[in-house]
């Protein structure tokens, strides 16, 4: 004991195993249609605000971003924590996934009619050209949302529909002195329970409208998965799609080295029995954050040109045998 903690002191040589070893690409989830969402963690291409400090951390930040997209490979992509400052962040990261592949695979959507809020950051959907078209977006203005979720229908060249919904549920921080103070399930939960059901109508709506309903949910909810917001989506009969997965493996996120997951795909009852598989990448919880685009702190070397500690959220990915 010293310092105020006890320490082991091992009296023999330890061997170490690799028993997690990295995935190089997620696990194959079939279908016709890969769909996937991940939290960027503050792409700004204004430096000194949320995200990079300096040209040279930024330029690392989307190096390792672009490395996490152009695996994934998927035909719809739903964006978190994008800088809100027009299309000049969705862009440039468009570009950048778009040089690394040698040609103009992906678009983006432009923004709805309805707008994408005034928070500093937004959701955003790109998607490959050749796979889908947009045939109408939109966004949820109910002011329970700190920033709008976004949705776009898309429909492939065989005539096939679908729409797909990003949300960013608001955070479990910034505590009030009273009301919506933790209860057991973290500050804000009445409002990221209210946030569920606006989805859960959002979908409607957008069912209605467009004729089709076929619907998936992608975001970062900031709620674990026995939490309300979470119970809410299910009880409206979307099904939680990690939830196909093994014990082990429901994790996206690491807080106070726990596992838990904040991030999430939900279908909608005539999706769900077209989807073909599911995977929550694990590229950026299980590494140290020493492994990050950060200059503070991290060794260079360390640094490489990688999906892994690209963000500090998990992607998840979704396989669609869209039409079946």
């Not at 690392?60 to 490395?67: A, G, M």
Request: aromatic share 8%; charged share 25%; glycine share 8%.
């Amino acid at each position: 004991y010293g310092l105020g903690a006890y320490r082991l002191e091992p009296t023999e040589t330890i061997v170490f195993e690799n028993t997690n070893p990295r995935e190089e690409t997620p696990d194959d989830v079939g279908g016709n249609l890969k769909v996937a969402s991940l939290n960027v963690l503050n792409y700004f291409t204004t430096l000194k605000e949320r995200g990079a400090s300096t040209k040279e951390e930024f330029q690392r930040q989307e190096q390792k971003l672009v490395s996490s997209f152009v695996a994934m490979d998927a035909d719809i992509i739903g964006l978190i924590e994008i800088e809100n400052n027009g299309d000049v962040a969705l862009q440039k990261l468009v570009d950048a996934i778009n040089s690394e592949l040698g040609t103009d695979v992906y678009t983006f959507m432009p923004d709805p009619k309805s707008g994408v809020g005034s928070d500093a950051i937004r959701q955003a959907l790109i998607y490959k050209v050749d796979k889908v078209s947009v045939i109408n977006s939109f966004s949820d203005r109910s002011t329970v949302h700190d920033r709008p979720a976004v949705a776009g229908t898309f429909e492939t060249p065989a005539g096939e529909v679908l729409t797909v919904i990003v949300t960013h549920g608001k955070s479990k921080g910034g505590c009030p002195a009273a009301g919506d103070i933790d209860t057991g399930q973290g500050c804000w939960n009445l409002r990221r329970g209210a946030q569920a059901q606006a989805l859960v109508d959002f979908s409607e709506d957008i069912v209605a409208e467009v004729g089709d309903a076929d619907v998936l949910v992608v975001g970062d909810l900031n709620s674990y998965n026995q939490e309300d917001p979470i119970q809410i989506m299910k009880s409206a009969s979307f099904e939680n799609l990690e939830e196909r997965l093994p014990l082990e493996d429901r994790y996206s996120y690491v807080f106070a080295a726990e596992l838990g997951t904040l991030d999430y795909a939900f279908a909608s009852p005539s999706l769900s029995t077209q989807v073909s598989g599911f995977d929550v990448w694990h590229i950026n919880s299980d590494e140290s954050r020493i492994y990050d685009y950060n200059l503070e702190y991290n060794p260079a070397y360390l640094y490489e040109v990688s999906p892994f500690r690209s963000s500090d959220h998990d992607p998840v990915v979704v396989g669609i045998e869209l039409g079946q």
